[in-house]
Every structure is written in C-alpha cells, then in structure tokens.
C-alpha cells in the first residue's frame, strides 16, 4: 500500500458522520505500516472485549466493570505503559500496542475507550493538564481511569494532587480538564507526539507523512504547515518547503516567527539562484 492510498482511506474515514476512532487511528498507522490488515486488529478488539462481557458481574456498577476491564487488560494479558522507551514510536502506533501490549497513556486509553463501548460501558478521553485519562459517562459520580498505570482509578481531589506533582504548586481542578476530547482531538494528540518523536529524532520524512495527516484533520492549523515547510526544507525538497513556507506567512504575516521564516526564503531563493 502506498501513503496516497493509506492517506485517503484516513481522510474518508475522519470525514464519516461519526469517526470510528479504532479504525481511524490503524488507517493512521498504515503509512508506517504498509502492510497492517485492519480489519484482523478491529476483530482482536471485538474478541477482547467479548471475553471482558464473559466476566462482568451481575451487579454492574462503574466500578465494578472497570474492575473487571482492569484485571483483563493489565492482569491476564500484560498491557503497561512503556516508561522505559516512552519516545519509542511504536507506542503511538495502535496495531503496535496491541501487539505488543504496552503503549503511553493515549494509545492505551485508546484500547481500553474500544473495549468499553464494546461492552455498553461508554467512556470518553480527557486532556487533563499533563497526563490523558479516560472517565466514564456516569451521571452520579465523577471519577477517572489512568490506563497508563494499570487502570488506577482517581477521583477529584486525586487528579489535585497529580497536578499539583506535575506543576509543582497546588492546582485546583477545573470543569473543562474534563471535557471529553472529540474524535479528531483524540486522533490529532497521538499525531503531535509522533510529530515531536520525528522531528526529535531528524526523520523528516516520517514527521511529514505525519503532518500530512494532521492538515487532513484541520486544514487550517498554521503552524503545522510551517513545519511541514521546515521538514521539506531539511530534505532539500526547496519547492514543498518555499510552497508551505510562502502560505504560512500569508496567512501569519506578524507571527514571532515571522521575521526567521523571510530569512529561511530569501535562503532558498539564493540557493536556487546560483
């Protein structure tokens, strides 16, 4: 499969009335992995999460089901969060963690998000300050899964004083670092960390073939279209990268930036001319 073909069944898929965000995140991985079957990964996901309802009690509280969903995932098969290679690309990849059942905290929230609606168990992502949890749509209470550490359960005032370790002060916990991420935000943060492992570790190509996709999900995102500029310009692709370039600065003609990104032009300008 080349990326064109991987790109466009991505594109059709973040453009259905309602995203499946499995298969939309195996198609994203498809340019890495040309040769992923996603259907073989979706039916591994449909038979975990058979075997999770074969376990559930009969009184079905949150807690109970997240009970059962942590001991399968993290207790039977291993999945873990990879501390030691946390920069490891593999860990951004779906078919990866499953594979190899570890991953960072998005993508193993992605699993174990897959295997709960599975089960009638809906839960949503959340982009708390620092770290990505999941959290259950129960009315009643508020409470917070970390499948990162194997499933830990945190309520408020534990997300506090996680916060409060991150940052370094006492933070207070606010209503929107419980928003429920949509599908495209979901999708777009497992990208920017790809972005940031290629760009960190000199692999423009890869960084634009993630970028590509990030543009696909918001076409108007101005500073991943300077970046992608600034990876073609590290390939020598002087065309692509005066082309990304040129439409940022039209479009951001007073960023901080903008100054550098003139002075990287007239650079390209120069070169071409002698």
Known sequence: MNFSTASQRFYAEIHQPQINLARAALYLAQAEYPQLQVEVYLEQLDSMAAEVATRLPAAAYPLRIIQALNQYLFKD????????????????????????????????????????????????????????????????????????????VLFVEDCEERLGQIFGRPVTFRPEFAAAVSPQQFLARMLGNLKQIYTSQ?????????????????????????????????????????????????????????????????????????
């Open 202 to 274: 000199n692999e423009p190509a890869r960084a634009i073939a993630v970028i590509d996709r990030l543009l696909l999900l918001f076409p108007d995102s101005l500073p991943d279209q300077r970046d992608r500029g600034l990876m073609h310009y590290r390939l020598g692709q002087w065309t692509s990268a005066r082309r990304d370039l040129k439409q940022y600065l039209t479009q951001a003609p007073s960023a901080r930036d903008a100054d550098s990104i003139r002075t990287l032009l007239q650079r390209l300008q120069n070169a071409e001319a002698e």
């Open 77 to 152: 098969l291993g999945f873990h969060g990879n501390s030691g290679q946390y920069y490891d690309p593999r860990n951004s990849y779906l078919n990866s963690v499953l594979d190899r059942r570890m991953g960072i905290p998005i993508t193993l929230s992605l699993v174990y998000l897959e295997i709960a609606q599975r089960i009638g168990f809906p839960m949503v992502g959340i982009n708390m300050p620092g770290h990505f949890l999941i959290r259950p749509l129960v009315a009643e209470m508020q409470l917070f899964v970390d499948p990162f550490h194997q499933g830990e």
